[in-house]
């Protein structure tokens, strides 16, 4: 239990103060020290802190501290081991919360009063009871704001693994969804070829295999840049890849980017391309790209029949969000009979 909780530190660091003054008030001959008493129960508590007990259960190990506290108390003459009582609050925050930790800091300190008769004419005991008092309040708003900072870690870590599992979901589909799309056509265009012309069936089913190649090849790539996390995305070197006999492919730049530009406008081009194919049963694609100084522009146009009415998928509403994130644009102009065309700006 302990060793799992925030600012573990805390209670060693009490333990040693203790130590260290009840070692000084029994060689001064300050007080009456109970020297071996004393000693085993901090040694008792430092035990506690070890990570075997966290196979014990929370509640019985911070009811054992509190006995070994009282222990403490007992056996020290210095009276500085009174000091360990707002560890209990401190304790319970983690295990039972607030309300709880709240609960026992307010007994602590009825104790703290009954054990110290007329402690309301005395000087020093009414002083020591608004240290102690003080010391409750601290503990417990330490114990807080360590639960919170806590949670606010364990959200944090969630929210970063939902981005990457959405990231992960988004390149899969650019990737290998752009591929396979091409494979899928280029195979019915082989099937329906078979019987009219062979060898464009054969023209058909080679650049099948060449995008079912550039996939895996593109999935490696992915796999090994992850690993290495070697070289930055460029564009002018990524777009060309796209470049098939149904896709003519332009590429112009006068400004630089950063590299998330160049991620963006290099899926939103795999995306058109694959939207061209998959929805709109175009032949004829174009893809250009210009960089200038001030704007970078993507567009992606296409002979076919259009989007046909089809809602927006998957692919496009992430195309979106990942222009919108950069503070860019995305347009569509969607006609049966020109075809479909999908702008991309993104200012530098």
């Given at each position: 239990?302990?060793?799992?909780?925030?600012?573990?530190?805390?209670?060693?660091?009490?333990?040693?103060?203790?130590?260290?003054?009840?070692?000084?008030?029994?060689?001064?001959?300050?007080?009456?020290?109970?020297?071996?008493?004393?000693?085993?129960?901090?040694?008792a508590l430092a035990a506690l802190e070890l990570p075997a007990a966290r196979r014990l259960n929370a509640g019985v190990v911070l009811?054992?501290?509190?006995?070994?506290?009282?222990?403490?108390?007992?056996?020290?003459?210095?009276?500085?081991?009174?000091?360990?009582?707002?560890?209990?609050?401190?304790?319970?925050?983690?295990?039972?919360?607030?309300?709880?930790?709240?609960?026992?800091?307010?007994?602590?300190?009825?104790?703290?009063?009954?054990?110290?008769?007329?402690?309301?004419?005395?000087?020093?005991?009414?002083?020591?009871l608004l240290m102690f008092g003080i010391g409750i309040v601290l503990a417990i708003a330490m114990a807080a704001v360590a639960v919170?900072?806590?949670?606010?870690?364990?959200?944090?870590?969630?929210?970063?693994?939902?981005?990457?599992?959405?990231?992960?979901?988004?390149?899969?589909?650019?990737?290998?969804?752009?591929?396979?799309?091409?494979?899928?056509?280029?195979?019915?265009?082989?099937?329906?070829?078979?019987?009219?012309?062979?060898?464009?069936?054969?023209?058909?089913?080679?650049?099948?295999?060449?995008?079912?190649?550039?996939?895996?090849?593109?999935?490696?790539?992915?796999?090994?840049?992850?690993?290495?996390?070697?070289?930055?995305?460029?564009?002018?070197?990524?777009?060309?890849?796209?470049?098939?006999?149904?896709?003519?492919?332009?590429?112009?730049?006068?400004?630089?980017?950063?590299?998330?530009?160049?991620?963006?406008?290099?899926?939103?081009?795999?995306?058109?391309?694959?939207?061209?194919?998959?929805?709109?049963?175009?032949?004829?694609?174009?893809?250009?790209?210009?960089?200038?100084?001030?704007?970078?522009?993507?567009?992606?146009?296409?002979?076919?029949?259009?989007?046909?009415?089809?809602?927006?998928?998957?692919?496009?509403?992430?195309?979106?969000?990942?222009?919108?994130?950069?503070?860019?644009?995305?347009?569509?102009?969607?006609?049966?009979?020109?075809?479909?065309?999908?702008?991309?700006?993104?200012?530098?």
């Open positions: 239990m302990t060793s799992d909780r925030p600012v573990a530190w805390v209670s060693p660091l009490l333990y040693g103060a203790v130590l260290a003054a009840g070692l000084y008030a029994g060689a001064a001959g300050l007080g009456d020290t109970r020297l071996p008493l004393f000693l085993g129960a901090l040694a009811t054992g501290q509190a006995v070994l506290f009282v222990a403490v108390s007992y056996a020290d003459g210095s009276g500085l081991s009174r000091v360990l009582f707002v560890l209990v609050p401190f304790l319970a925050y983690f295990t039972y919360g607030r309300a709880v930790s709240v609960a026992l800091g307010a007994g602590c300190l009825i104790v703290f009063m009954a054990t110290q008769p007329r402690w309301y004419s005395n000087v020093e005991s009414l002083s020591d919170e900072e806590r949670k606010g870690r364990k959200e944090i870590a969630r929210l970063s693994a939902a981005a990457e599992r959405q990231k992960m979901a988004r390149d899969i589909h650019d990737d290998l969804g752009h591929h396979l799309t091409a494979v899928v056509v280029l195979l019915e265009k082989a099937a329906a070829y078979r019987d009219r012309d062979a060898s464009e069936a054969d023209r058909a089913v080679k650049d099948a295999a060449k995008s079912a190649k550039l996939a895996l090849a593109e999935v490696r790539e992915s796999v090994r840049t992850m690993r290495s996390g070697d070289g930055p995305f460029d564009l002018a070197t990524a777009l060309p890849r796209l470049a098939a006999p149904d896709v003519s492919i332009t590429f112009n730049t006068t400004g630089g980017y950063s590299e998330s530009v160049h991620t963006i406008l290099y899926r939103a081009a795999q995306e058109g391309i694959t939207n061209a194919r998959r929805h709109a049963n175009a032949t004829k694609i174009s893809v250009s790209a210009d960089l200038g100084p001030e704007l970078a522009e993507l567009t992606v146009t296409d002979n076919g029949h259009g989007l046909n009415g089809a809602a927006e998928g998957f692919g496009l509403s992430s195309m979106r969000a990942r222009v919108s994130a950069a503070g860019g644009q995305v347009v569509l102009e969607n006609a049966a009979v020109s075809g479909t065309r999908v702008k991309v700006w993104i200012p530098r």
